[in-house]
């Protein structure tokens, strides 16, 4: 089974300012993925970024960036040059790609992020 | 090009009573999964459809069931609600094949059990 780990109810982060969002997995399995979605007030999940388990970089998209440390079991979320827009619920979530649960999203309890102008 | 549509976007419904939600897929996709989001929690897998049949199913009893149409769209069966069954209902699509691992949320679909 899987299990998803985020440990940060509420953060508080300057606009402009970088912020680290954590998240902490745990699976048996060897080939996984990790994604990290949005979710403003509205309710739609928003999709940020995601990383592969056999992925040897770090991956990236715009202002999002995902801390993998594999030996950890760790895939932090660091949102650079905060925007007010920025402000929401963030999810880390998992799928193991064999076995069972290979087809489900697993989440974890998410992080409140609020940007401060 | 449609993102995931889900409708209605409100219900209001009481203890006993039965619903269905509805979910329309991103265009081209054929895999559908649908979650609760209970307030203030992460969303659980209730199950996934695919070719018109539910490929996995999460830890929610018999009385949710589901149902997948030819056009790949889906509904969301719940019968007698219980106060525990309130929570936003989020519908997710995708494509399956390999390389494939980005799935498409829907709006949600907020019900509350009185």
């Known amino acids: 089974a899987q299990k998803i780990t985020q440990t940060q109810p509420g953060m508080f982060v300057q606009e402009k300012e970088a912020v680290t969002l954590d998240c902490t997995y745990d699976?048996?399995?060897?080939?996984?993925?990790l994604f990290w979605y949005k979710q403003p007030s509205s309710g739609e999940m928003i999709f940020l970024i995601y990383?592969?388990?056999?992925?040897?970089q770090n991956a990236t998209e715009g202002r999002y960036s995902l801390n993998f440390q594999k030996a950890r079991k760790s895939a932090n979320l660091v949102i650079s040059a905060s925007q007010l827009g920025d402000s929401a619920m963030y999810f880390c979530?998992?799928?193991?790609?064999?076995?069972?649960?290979?087809?489900?999203?697993?989440f974890g309890k998410g992080t409140k992020l609020s940007v401060i102008p | 090009d449609a993102g995931v549509t889900q409708s209605p976007t409100h219900l209001i419904k009481t203890r006993g009573q039965q619903v269905t939600l509805r979910c329309s897929p991103k265009?081209?996709?054929?895999?559908v999964s649908w979650y609760q989001q209970a307030l203030g929690q992460g969303p659980q897998f209730i199950f996934q459809?695919?070719?018109?049949?539910?490929?996995q199913r999460g830890n929610f009893p018999d009385r949710f069931s589901g149902h997948q149409f030819p056009n790949y769209s889906s509904e969301l069966n719940v019968n007698a609600l219980w106060l525990g069954d309130s929570a936003l209902y989020l519908c997710?699509?995708?494509?399956?094949?390999?390389?494939?691992?980005?799935?498409?949320f829907g709006p949600g679909t907020r019900l509350t059990v009185t």
């Open positions: 997710a699509s995708s494509l399956d094949g390999i390389g494939t691992y980005e799935q498409y």
């Open positions: 699976t048996s399995d060897q080939s996984y993925g």
């Open positions: 990383q592969g388990s056999y992925d040897e």
């Open positions: 979530a998992m799928r193991a790609y064999s076995g069972a649960g290979s087809y489900q999203l697993t």
């Open positions: 265009s081209g996709h054929d895999t």
């Open positions: 459809y695919y070719e018109e049949e539910e490929r």
